[in-house]
């Protein structure tokens, strides 16, 4: 034990921390944070989540078996009566799982049905966006061939009027595609 020589330095001492006693819940969560925060370099300990509560499977062996004969003694009942007692638990338990599986399952066919029916209406909203582009490209085509044919008042009077009625018939159903406009009210059709 002649190895060691040279004298340890002493161990600078810490200074007591005051007893604090919290009053409320948000000074003893001041108080914890504190601690934790005066070595951050400290692991802080997380709890893992804690399993469900399961009751105990039922034994594959039953050595007491007991009947309805006479002569069961007196501490027979007693046995009978925690069998009994942690059989109907097990039924218990198992009828709340069932429960929480079918609202489970429930609940995951209400999202697929809501996920459903919004990418339907995303789908008619995209159809009457790209209804109306086409409807303004088309305008901006038949204006275009309107100046061209200002300028070019050579053409014959027959094409003119044949795009015309074209025209007028567009207009038309313009006017019926305008009845349907979009509504900006929420939840309606």
Do not use: C
Request: aromatic letters at 4%; glycine letters at 4%.
């Amino acid at each position: 034990m002649a190895a060691s020589s040279a004298p340890r330095p002493p161990r600078p001492r810490k200074e007591p921390q005051p007893l604090v006693i919290p009053r409320s819940a948000a000074e003893e969560q001041r108080l914890r944070l504190e601690r934790l925060m005066r070595n951050p370099e400290k692991t802080v300990p997380i709890p893992e989540k804690l399993n469900e509560w399961a009751p105990r499977p039922p034994p594959e062996f039953v050595r007491d078996v007991m009947g309805s004969s006479a002569g069961a003694g007196s501490g027979e009942f007693h046995v009978y009566r925690h069998l009994r007692r942690r059989e109907y638990q097990r039924q218990d338990f198992m009828d709340a799982m069932a429960e929480k599986q079918r609202l489970d399952e429930e609940f995951q066919k209400k999202l697929e049905r809501n996920k459903m029916i919004a990418e339907e209406q995303t789908a008619k909203r995209r159809r009457k966006r790209q209804k109306l582009k086409e409807k303004k490209l088309q305008a901006k085509k038949n204006k275009l061939e309107q100046k061209k044919q200002e300028k070019e008042p050579d053409q014959s009077q027959e094409q003119a009027s044949s795009e015309d009625d074209e025209e007028d018939s567009k207009e038309e159903e313009e006017k019926e595609d305008d009845a349907e406009e979009p509504s900006f009210v929420m939840g309606r059709g």
